[in-house]
């Protein structure tokens, strides 16, 4: 499975992004996935996940601001970013588990997901 992540910038506070990670290889439906964040001198955080069935997990910390979802026609995930705050600054990654686990499972470990993408630079100015 290869991951691709797009959608980062540069915004200023109370912006908007848009996250895309678009995956190749496998059966992207089968898929749990997660995007992560790290930012300079901090360990790697899970933002958001959403299961096969499209239950969704968030951190606390982007609750009510970023939405996960996803289109398994066209073999993506996508994350809104809203209401932007200068400590969303970060490298954002896109992973996918694909251990097929339970149908609403997302997993809140990083050594759960298999394969990940390369990262995508968010950067939100004050």
């Known amino acids: 499975v290869q991951l691709q992540a797009s959608g980062g910038g540069l915004v200023q506070a109370g912006g908007s992004l848009r996250l895309s990670c678009a995956a190749s290889?496998?059966?992207?439906?089968?898929?749990?996935i997660g995007w992560y964040r790290q930012a300079p001198g901090k360990e790697r955080e899970l933002v958001a996940g959403?299961?096969?069935?499209?239950?969704?997990f968030y951190a606390e910390a982007v609750k009510g601001r970023f939405t996960i979802s996803r289109d398994n026609a066209k073999n993506t995930v996508y994350l809104q970013m809203n209401s932007l705050k200068p400590e969303d600054t970060a490298v954002y990654y896109c992973a996918v588990d694909t251990s097929r686990n339970g149908y609403y499972y997302i997993p809140r470990i990083e050594y759960d997901y298999d394969y990940w993408g390369q990262g995508t630079q968010v950067t939100v100015s004050s």
């Open positions: 959403i299961s096969r069935g499209g239950s969704t």
């Open positions: 290889g496998g059966t992207f439906s089968n898929y749990a």
